[in-house]
């Protein structure tokens, strides 16, 4: 009787160390390969660095266009831009200038 009660209990300590590995296993492929794991991390990080770049390159834009706007503001318009945008919008040019088309 005292061995089958041992025999019992070995088996029952086996299985529950059976299932604690297979979980400390599953924790583990997850900490690697999981949505949030080792492997996913390293494609956020690039895809970080790819958005700031292009947040960068949109800042320089809009750092580009607020000096356009500044400088088409109707209190003091800059002459030689207002001059180029009149002469692309009429189709005209002065005479001493040269049109250049490119396709």
Same mark, same amino acid.
Not at 22 to 39: C, D, F, K, Y
């Given at each position: 009787?005292?061995? =089958?009660?041992?025999? =019992?209990?070995? $088996? $029952?300590?086996?299985?529950?160390?059976?299932?604690?590995?297979?979980?400390?296993?599953?924790?583990?492929?997850?900490?690697?390969?999981?949505?949030?794991?080792?492997?996913?991390?390293?494609?956020?990080? =690039?895809?970080?660095?790819?958005?700031?770049?292009?947040?960068?390159?949109?800042?320089?834009?809009?750092?580009?266009?607020?000096? $356009?706007?500044?400088?088409?503001?109707? $209190?003091?318009?800059?002459?030689?831009?207002?001059?180029?945008?009149?002469?692309?919008?009429?189709?005209?040019? =002065?005479?001493?200038?040269?049109?250049?088309?490119?396709?």
């Amino acid at each position: 009787m005292k061995s =089958h009660r041992l025999r =019992h209990n070995l $088996r $029952r300590e086996s299985m529950t160390q059976g299932l604690a590995l297979i979980a400390l296993l599953v924790m583990g492929g997850l900490a690697v390969a999981g949505p949030s794991g080792i492997l996913a991390w390293s494609d956020s990080q =690039h895809l970080l660095e790819q958005r700031q770049k292009q947040l960068a390159g949109l800042e320089v834009e809009r750092l580009g266009l607020r000096n $356009r706007v500044e400088l088409l503001d109707p $209190r003091h318009v800059d002459p030689d831009l207002a001059g180029q945008l009149l002469r692309d919008r009429l189709n005209v040019a =002065h005479p001493d200038e040269m049109v250049i088309q490119i396709d």
